[in-house]
Nanobody
Framework: QVQLVESGGGLVQAGGSLRLSCAASGRTFSTYAMGWFRQAPGKERECVSAISRTGTNTYYADSVKGRFAISRDNAKNTVYLQMNSLKPEDTAVYYC?????????????????WGQGTQVTVSS
């Protein structure tokens, strides 16, 4: 497993932007596909975006396509989520996660390393 620490959450007005970062410990970051999940109160945790080990392939949930962008820097052991045109319905705790699966996994069960989460609140 890899240890993950998210940062960059906060309060932003609708239409604004935030950039989440997730720093990973260990030397094996490049062997993990990475994902960003979110969980709003009373709702299930869902994958909003994922990226393959090399960054070549990505996945986006329909609700964030065209607004969010995932990227990774394997030299810095960091994955990012740039969130633009934020909406109140994007309000949630955002989690970074790591998976040893190949490709671009987006199922909850595919991930075995999790960060502690960072709160994103979008006001209307």
């Amino acid at each position: 497993q890899v240890q993950l620490v998210e940062s960059g959450g906060g309060l932003v007005q609708a239409g604004g932007s935030l950039r989440l970062s997730c720093a990973a410990s260990g030397r094996t970051f490049s062997t993990y596909a990475m994902g960003w999940f979110r969980q709003a109160p009373g709702k299930e945790r869902e994958c909003v975006s994922a990226i393959s080990r090399t960054g070549t392939n990505t996945y986006y949930a329909d609700s964030v396509k065209g607004r969010f962008a995932i990227s990774r820097d394997n030299a810095k052991n960091t994955v990012y989520l740039q969130m633009n045109s934020l909406k109140p319905e994007d309000t949630a705790v955002y989690y970074c996660a790591g998976s040893s699966w190949l490709g671009v996994p987006y199922g909850l069960d595919h991930y075995d390393s999790w960060g502690q989460g960072t709160q994103v609140t979008v006001s209307s």
